[in-house]
């Protein structure tokens, strides 16, 4: 018997991927032409701007995890490394001095020379990372300070006076980049363009939302963890464009159809997890598995929130004014985004219920401080807070040398017999 | 000056300098700035004052001294981190360890902490400090978009919140009076600074690096007027100073703007180098002139921190393109070589190393690449390595 939805179900990924390719053979054939792009991030990366003026938007933070999801990355950290970039240091800047010095030759296409980079200060190491570009190709590199929660729990919205200063700055400084963009690719700023391209997003952003609510049902519709990284992926590089729009208008849909149908990512659902920080990509997929082998579904992630760049934040962008309306979004979702990293144990205090999750999984990577450096602490709080279960691994995002899948299958082990034992106990 | 000497019509917090001479002094200044038990932080609270520790690298200080507090600059700490150790992850620098470790085992008892967002290990330190401690603490932006029109009105908006915190904090509301008298007040104690910056760089042989560490670094725990004090009666000894000028490498150290080396570190190369400019705790030199002291305060501490000042791997500024400003450093010094240090696991610091090596290179100046940690106690194989490195140059010379 078909199940229900049939040409729907899956179709999220299938089209994901396509999408997905598409940008890159772009990217590619914009190499070709010799044409520049604009380098961006996923946290603030103000792609509605950009595109706005015709710019390929290229966002090295995914090629560089790309290099490590196709088992690459080692080659690209050793040929850094003996430029003099240290073991220490983040392995997707190292990734990217390679790809740069090989003439943007990556396993997805070859990527386009930068022609200015765009960058906020959501992550300190996208400002050193602008500075290797600055130096090896004389591009504007546009620094956008976004000013984040001065402290856990601060309290910000827009009308509030902090608010409207810290917007009246971010205002101030896209004006700036607008020029810089004018100065870049010698055409006058279309705000009707940017209305448009805004328009776009906010369709994207209001399916996305519809989609990461869908797995509150049980069983999740979607694995946060793997299928949550390809929809990111679309969300990144597509965002405001129509494709991006009906992607995820379609992806809601998809969703939804298999929440109300009970189709879950998982046959057997036994366990709700929740994972903290980036993903393993040296064992991607094998990483994953370690738990969906013991029945345990990633439901939700801090990833999804900030790799989004904050998308999960309740707002849409002011067509009205439109500039004003992209710095009104942009610090309230660089500052979700921003949050949902240094003060996780909060955000998890919300995934966790409206999530219905069993346990928490963190996962500190050597490569990546801003994501990694408070985690141990932040569960140590949750913990005193809430009784929920939790397991504290470390390897990393690029670095295959100190990912040891051994020593993290018997971690996972000990983590799911805790989860079945306390199961248990509360069933006693 | 005589011991139990005044400074400012009060009791100082610290005497232990007083009445002594030039070396007297100089390892008073050492052992305080060993001491773990932080007695000037101590004796300032058990008069009833109140402490607000910022982190490195650059604060305004003369918003929490007007408003009557203590600013205590936290700068990592000689001492093992045992609690802290649990507080972070495995690849993080040991500064945000030990100066965490400060607060939890309770030797440095604050009632605010301040630290900007300097980098990525950095910017996670409000949160972990905030869930383990019940006073305030915040992250103070600022901008990284030095050049923006925008960035000096943001940033005297941000000091005003400041003020207004530390008030709550002071029971005390900085106006516009005690403000320009603070601004006067660390105007002085930069000029004190630079001139013991000039006198390293211009008769070298006069003050180790290490010596005038040590006399800038105990400003991060005094009160000003006495750390102004200190250094207007040990200036004049200096310059008298019995030394004779020995056969050392003229060098530039980088890498101490945040984590510091420690001070046996310092002493080895100064066995083999006048180190004539560095980056240590550049924070305290960040402002580089006279902050104006009439019209609005705050206006001016923003424009000075933007327009005036100094330079580091955690501020970007494309008026300020770090090797060229290094090499700025190496000419206006006269430097023969310079010593590319970096903390382990500090980001910033290593990914410049790269970019300094590379400009150096070019220009044909010597270097020399380390890594450093505050709490390292092993110095054979880097003394060993720095006097080769000294030993190659002085004989191609």
């Known amino acids: 018997m078909p199940e229900p939805g049939g040409e729907v179900v899956g179709r999220g990924l299938r089209q994901g991927g396509d999408l997905l390719r598409g940008w890159f ?80 030759e990556h396993p997805m296409g070859r990527i386009p020379r930068p022609a200015l980079a765009v960058l906020t200060t959501a992550c300190n190491t996208y400002i050193k990372w602008g500075e290797i570009w600055e130096r090896t190709y004389r591009v504007p590199v546009a620094v956008i300070d976004v000013p984040g929660s001065r402290r856990a729990g601060d309290a910000f919205a827009p009308g509030d006076g902090d608010f409207e200063r810290d917007c009246f700055y971010v205002a101030g400084q896209l004006r700036e980049l607008v020029r810089t963009c004018e100065s870049v690719t010698g055409r006058r700023f279309d705000v009707d363009r940017l209305r448009e391209n805004l328009a ?40 405001g464009t129509p494709a991006g729009a009906v992607f995820f208008s379609d992806l809601a849909e998809e ?19 929740l994972f903290v920080g980036v993903p393993c990509y040296p064992i991607f997929r094998r990483f994953n598995e370690l738990f969906t082998e013991r029945g345990g579904v990633f439901v939700g992630s801090t990833y999804l929130w900030f790799a989004s760049g904050g998308a999960q934040a309740p707002f849409s962008y002011d067509l009205e004014d439109p500039l004003r309306g992209l710095a009104t979004g942009l610090l309230l979702s660089v500052r979700a985004a921003v949050d949902s990293m240094l003060f ?37 709080a949750l913990l005193e807070r809430r009784e929920v279960a939790s397991l504290l691994l470390e390897s990393d995002m690029m670095d295959q040398r100190v990912v040891s899948e051994a020593q993290l299958k018997n971690r996972v082990d000990a983590f799911f017999e805790g989860l079945a034992a306390r199961r248990a106990g509360a069933l006693a | 000056m005589t011991p139990g000497l005044r400074v400012e019509g009060r009791e100082p917090v610290w005497s232990g300098w007083q009445g002594k001479p030039l070396g007297g002094l100089l390892e008073a200044c050492r052992e305080l700035l060993e001491d773990t038990a932080y007695p000037t932080v101590a004796a300032w609270r058990e008069r009833g004052g109140k402490v607000v520790g910022h982190f490195q690298v650059y604060f305004p200080e003369e918003i929490a001294h007007a408003a009557g507090l203590l600013p205590f600059k936290v700068r990592g700490a000689p001492l093992e981190p045992r609690q802290a150790e649990s507080r972070f992850g495995s690849y993080l620098c040991s500064i945000l360890k030990t100066s965490l470790e400060l607060a939890l085992d309770g030797r440095v008892e604050l009632d605010a902490f301040v630290a900007p967002p300097i980098c990525d ?5 409000v949160a972990v400090w905030g869930r383990n401690v019940a006073y305030p603490c915040r992250l103070l932006v600022l901008p990284q978009n030095a050049g923006s029109i925008h960035a000096a009105d943001f940033l005297r908006d941000e000091y005003e919140r400041l003020r207004g915190e530390l008030a709550a904090i002071g ?14 007040l660390f105007n002085e104690n930069r000029r004190l600074l630079r001139r013991l910056q000039d006198l390293k760089r211009e008769r070298p042989w006069l003050l180790a690096v290490d010596e005038a560490y040590a006399l800038a670094a105990v400003g991060g725990m005094l009160p000003r007027e006495e750390h102004n004090a200190l250094l207007a009666a040990a200036l004049p000894l200096l310059a008298e100073r019995p030394a004779r000028r020995q056969d050392k490498v003229r060098a530039v150290f980088v890498g101490g703007f945040c984590e510091q080396p420690p001070l046996d570190l310092l002493q080895l190369v100064a066995r083999t180098c006048y180190v004539v400019e560095d980056d240590l705790l550049i924070g305290l030199r960040w402002l580089e002139e006279d902050v104006a002291a009439d019209g609005d305060p705050l206006a001016a501490l923003a424009r000075a921190y933007l327009e005036r000042s100094a330079w580091s791997p955690v ?22 070589a310079v010593i590319l240090a970096a903390a382990k696991m500090c980001e910033p610091g290593l990914e410049d190393q790269v970019a300094f090596a590379a400009a150096l290179e070019e220009a044909g100046v010597p270097f020399f690449v380390s890594e450093f940690e505050e709490n390292m106690s092993s110095f054979d194989h880097l003394g060993l390595q720095l006097e080769t490195f000294v030993e190659n140059l002085l004989f191609d010379a």
């Open chain 2, 121 to 125: 290990a950095a910017r996670n330190l």
């Open chain 1, 25 to 104: 053979a772009e990217l590619t054939a914009a190499a070709e032409r010799g044409e520049g792009a604009a380098y961006v991030f996923v946290m603030g990366s103000l792609v509605e701007l950009l595109r706005s003026f015709d710019l390929p938007v290229v966002f090295p933070e995914i090629n560089s995890l790309q290099t490590a999801v196709k088992r690459v990355a080692a080659s690209h950290l050793n040929e850094a490394e003996e430029l003099g970039y240290s073991p220490d240091i983040c392995g997707y800047v190292k990734a990217d001095v390679a790809t740069q010095r090989r003439g943007g």
């Open chain 2, 315 to 336: 501020q970007h500024d494309p008026r300020k393109p770090k090797e060229r400003m290094l090499r700025a450093w190496v000419e206006r010094s006269g430097a023969e």
């Open chain 1, 344 to 380: 996780h144990d909060r955000a998890l205090d919300e995934l966790l219920d409206g999530l219905r999750a069993d346990g928490v999984v963190f996962h500190a990577v050597k490569s990546c401080r801003t994501t990694s450096a408070g985690l141990a602490d932040g569960r140590r």
């Open chain 1, 255 to 273: 969703m939804e159809l298999k929440a109300a149908s009970g189709l879950g990512t998982l046959h057997d659902e036994l366990w709700r997890l």
């Open chain 2, 171 to 184: 029971g005390r509301r900085a106006g516009a009076a005690e403000l320009r008298a603070s601004v006067a």
């Open chain 1, 200 to 239: 776009w997003s906010n369709a994207a952003l209001a399916g996305w939302r519809r989609a990461l609510a869908a797995n509150r049902a049980a069983p999740a519709p979607f694995n946060a963890l793997i299928d949550g990284t390809v929809y990111l992926g679309v969300l990144n590089g597509l965002r």
